[in-house]
């Protein structure tokens, strides 16, 4: 389980703070102090001291998940970089056998249109001729 010394640290300097602080308001408050003042103080120390040990457990706990997180998706990346090597193949190799199969069909089709394609130019062709002889020149 690694966690961050700067986290320990910084746990460590906070329940320190708190218990300086602790310290001097005991230190300047009268010492006629009721007894159930000081079990409300006692109290309140250990219900300090329990939310910094469920803090510190919960950082130490999403470090640890952090880890694992990282880790696994590792290990995932290294298990899945050969099969989608394979499946980069394979895409190859089927884009070819596709490429094959409709080049042909493809040198067919125009084949097939390229008459069409060139009876309907021509007949533009001659219907532009058409509207170009029968046009007559527009005198005022």
Sequence with gaps: MFVSVGLLQSA?????????????ALAQGSFAQDVSDLEKLGQ????????????????IRNQDLTNQAQTFLEDKKTQLEPLASQL???????????????KPLAVNMQAQIQPMVDNF?????????????NAQPIDN
């Design 44 to 59: 309140y120390l250990e219900e300090l001291k329990n939310k910094m040990t469920l803090e510190l457990t919960e950082i």
């Design 121 to 133: 130019q021509k007949q533009m062709e001659a219907l532009i001729q058409r509207m170009t002889e």
């Design 12 to 24: 460590a300097m906070k329940f320190s703070l708190i218990a300086a602080v602790v310290l001097l």
């Design 88 to 102: 980069q193949d394979q895409l190859r190799t089927a884009a070819a056998s596709v490429e094959e199969q409709i």
